[in-house]
């Protein structure tokens, strides 16, 4: 069974400054795939990145990007320069490739929120 | 346009009816999903399909029925509504994956009340 863990329930951070927030999973399978999305108040969910265990560089989509330390089985969303539009929910998750079952394992969350 | 749409966006209905949410996918995918969100932001998958074949049935009370009628389809059948059924409802789909393949596509979610 695969699992997610989100220690950080809620986070501030100054508009204009870095974040990261934690992410660390556990599985048997060697074959994972990890993703993290965001939901803003208005209620959908936004993929934002998207990282693959045998992927040999750390994942970077503009000002995401995945810090990725496979030993330590974490998967940290780090975000740059942090703007107003940031404040949401973020959620780490990860599906593996063995067998036909696809679904995502999601996290608890990250309530984001960014300070003028 | 839309990728995944479902219907409705909101569900206010009282105990012990029967509603159903309806999802649709215009991406081709072979594979859809039903999501909750329950009133603590935690999702948990509680269907799969795959080619209208339930691949996942996760410990869902059977009151719960999703129905495929086709791969652009995949439809939640609720009956006998209880109180905890209230959450947000999201559908999701998939491609046929390879190993690069990977994102799934969530629909914009149907909130549901039971009163």
């Known amino acids: 069974a695969q699992k997610i863990t989100q220690t950080q329930p809620g986070m501030f951070v100054q508009e204009k400054e870095a974040v990261t927030l934690d992410c660390t999973y556990d599985t048997s399978d060697p074959s994972y795939g990890l993703f993290w999305y965001k939901q803003p108040s208005s209620g959908e969910m936004i993929f934002l990145i998207y990282?693959?265990?045998?992927?040999?560089q750390n994942a970077t989509e503009g000002r995401y990007s995945l810090n990725f330390q496979k030993a330590r089985k974490s998967a940290n969303l780090v975000i740059s320069a942090s703007q107003l539009g940031d404040s949401a929910m973020y959620f780490c998750a990860m599906r593996v490739f063995s067998g036909s079952a696809r679904q995502l394992t999601f996290g608890s969350g990250t309530q984001l929120t960014v300070l003028p | 346009d839309t990728a995944v749409s479902q219907t409705p966006k909101y569900l206010v209905t009282q105990m012990g009816n029967d509603k159903s949410i309806k999802c649709e996918q215009n991406?081709?995918?072979?594979?859809m999903y039903w999501y909750k969100q329950d009133s603590k932001k935690f999702l948990k998958i509680m269907f799969s399909y795959n080619n209208k074949e339930l691949i996942i049935n996760e410990t869902v009370p059977n009151r719960f029925s999703p129905k495929s009628p086709d791969k652009a389809h995949l439809n939640l059948h609720i009956n006998s509504l209880e109180l905890g059924d209230s959450a947000v409802y999201f559908c999701?789909?998939?491609?046929?994956?390879?190993?690069?393949?990977?994102?799934?596509?969530f629909g914009p979610g149907t909130r549901l009340t039971v009163t």
């Open positions: 990282q693959g265990s045998y992927d040999q």
């Open positions: 999701a789909s998939s491609p046929k994956t390879t190993y690069r393949t990977y994102e799934q596509y």
């Open positions: 991406l081709g995918h072979d594979t």
